[in-house]
């Protein structure tokens, strides 16, 4: 199977220079070591990781966070947001060519991951995803997150340190708080910039 995934990822990488969906800018993906998003992915794939097997599935991706997001999100909001993850696994991470592939090594994760990342759907799904977990983390509903608002938003996806550091990163025009288009904003640099590191999950 990691084999397969390799050779994938090499077609793709001959035929088209990508930067978040489709050829676009001239950005050419892959797995080398100085390539940003294969380290925000790694990253990713680490605090995702909880108990530190070494593998994610369903489970880490989609049940521990939902069990973190009954301490720290509303209780209205957790069926919507137990939705948005297990699409999300199904969109991103789910290989539907091999059904017995049930966990994901971080290899595995990255390569799912960069295959979908050069079609034309991996941006309109990413930017779903981002409004849909801002949704969820706005517990008041008033379109911005303040700083206590952000920080339960990086518990429940397991981030433990570097809240500060991340706030100011998203919140780019320095108001005080992040507005939707500041998150979506954050949140497509975290996922499509292959050049630049991101703050978005903390250090």
């Known amino acids: 199977m990691g084999l397969l995934w390799f050779l994938l990822l090499v077609a793709l990488n001959d035929v088209m220079g990508t930067s978040c969906g489709g050829p676009q800018n001239g950005q050419k993906e892959g797995l080398y070591k100085g390539d940003k998003r294969r380290h925000k992915l790694a990253r990713f794939f680490k605090i995702l990781d909880a108990d530190n097997d070494g593998f994610v599935d369903k489970h880490d991706y989609v049940s521990r966070s939902v069990e973190r997001a009954r301490v ?5 909001k957790i069926n919507a947001f137990n ?9 991103f991470w789910s290989v539907p060519e091999d059904d017995f592939l049930e966990r994901l090594d971080v290899t595995d994760f990255i390569l799912s991951d960069v295959a979908l990342y050069n079609s034309n759907r991996y941006q309109p799904m990413v930017k779903l995803w981002a409004k849909d977990v801002f949704r969820a983390a706005d517990e008041n509903d008033d379109e911005e997150l303040n700083v ?3 920080k339960a938003f990086l518990q429940v996806f397991n981030v433990h340190q570097g809240f500060n550091d991340s706030f100011s990163y ?12 500041e998150f979506v904003t954050a949140v497509l640099d975290f996922f499509c ?11």
Do not use: R
């Open 170 to 181: 998203d919140d780019e025009n320095h108001s005080g708080s992040i507005d939707k288009n």
């Open 193 to 203: 910039n292959g050049y630049d590191d991101s703050l978005f999950f903390g250090e």
């Open 72 to 76: 720290y999100f509303g209780a209205d």
């Open 83 to 91: 939705e948005t993850l297990s699409k999300a696994w199904s969109s």
């Open 148 to 150: 206590f608002e952000h």
